[in-house]
Nanobody, 121 residues
Framework: QVQLVESGGGLVQAGGSLTLSCAAS????????MGWYRQAPGKQRELVAA???????MYLESVKGRFTIPRDNGKNMVYLQMNSLKPEDTAVYYC???????????????WGQGTQVTVSS
């Protein structure tokens, strides 16, 4: 059974930084793409960033240049490094394991529990 556990959320002032972590277990991590989604109150869940097995990445337009999504296959971890945070980045952030190894990203039904990120102005 695949499990994803996120950590690293919190409260930060606008302009600050946070790094989210996602630990994967129960899967051969290195063969799957990975993604980070977020969901703000009253809004649909949206794909923020994804990384393929070959380390190709994609980013939501509004986070380009501010967020990066590294992965560490040896530790079964994927991260979301967030810089220059804005109040509109406030949301619950979820880790997801992709259905395929490459992009474009296709999410599976396996999600973490989510971690809250709140950016104050």
């Amino acid at each position: 059974q695949v499990q994803l556990v996120e950590s690293g959320g919190g409260l930060v002032q606008a302009g600050g930084s946070l790094t989210l972590s996602c630990a994967a277990s129960g899967t051969v991590f290195s063969v799957n793409s990975m993604g980070w989604y977020r969901q703000a109150p009253g809004k649909q869940r949206e794909l923020v960033a994804a990384i393929s097995v070959g380390y190709t990445t994609m980013y939501l337009e509004s986070v380009k240049g501010r967020f990066t999504i590294p992965r560490d296959n040896g530790k079964n971890m994927v991260y979301l490094q967030m810089n220059s945070l804005k109040p509109e980045d406030t949301a619950v952030y979820y880790c997801n394991i992709g259905r395929f190894s490459a992009l474009p990203y296709r999410p599976s039904n396996t999600w973490g529990q989510g971690t809250q990120v709140t950016v104050s102005s």
